[in-house]
């Protein structure tokens, strides 16, 4: 018996869409070095910003926020280019991939705004806003890459940024000591995850190294 014509395509469907999300979390697995990157710098940047306040060091947030963020965007662009061919490709438009991406360019992209207001005199600069944007931004991130490529753990991950987005909005203000907590936030929420998702990447065989044994 010849198959019909309908059950061969929805056959071919379904396998399409299978494989683009497994080229999602390919490609989220892969791009774990883009969260060690920002988590990194980020944390570097609140400590910078703990120094300033207890008067370890003299720089404004600007002199700090700067090179932290053209670190993080020049960063971010090389490893992406590097990064072509590290995950399989279905060839085709992949709106699982293309969603993922979109989130977080938005998040950096809104972030930066958030900076630029600052640091140009059309806000103040705050740093409890700041913390409060940083980690309702970063839950929405998480729980976006998880719904759309199916990494279950990273649900985790974005409930404990919206469960520090919670407490920095139901305190008044900042402490000196929040400043440790947001950048020990930023290591174990941001560059951690990346961690994993690099060691996943690697053990199955699509890491930088391409070849490398899991």
């Not at 920002?38 to 570097?44: S, Y």
Request: glycine share 10%.
């Amino acid at each position: 018996l010849l198959p019909e014509p309908g059950a061969e395509n929805a056959a071919h469907d379904l396998a399409l869409i299978s494989a683009m999300m497994q080229e999602g979390r390919a490609r989220v697995h892969v791009d774990g070095r883009h969260l060690v990157l920002w988590g990194g710098l980020l944390a570097l940047a609140f400590f910078a910003l703990y120094l300033r306040a207890v008067g370890s060091i003299g720089l404004d947030p600007l002199a700090i926020w700067t090179p932290i963020t053209a670190a993080g965007w020049v960063g971010s662009f090389l490893l992406g280019h590097r990064a072509r061919g590290d995950a399989p490709t279905t060839n085709s438009p992949n709106p699982v991939l293309v969603g993922y991406r979109a989130v977080w360019v938005g998040m950096g992209l809104v972030s930066l705004m958030g900076l630029v207001l600052m640091f140009t005199g059309a806000n103040a600069f705050d740093g409890r806003q700041l913390a409060i944007q940083s980690c309702a931004i970063s839950g929405i991130g998480f729980f976006v890459t998880a719904s759309l490529n199916r990494v279950r753990w990273l649900y985790l991950v974005a409930v404990a940024w919206w469960v520090a987005y919670i407490a920095y909005a139901v305190v008044p203000a900042l402490t000196i000591e929040s400043l440790v907590a947001q950048a020990v936030f930023f290591i174990a929420f941001l560059m951690v995850p990346g961690l994993v998702l690099m060691a996943s990447a690697r053990r199955d065989h699509m890491g930088p190294d391409h070849g490398a044994e899991g």
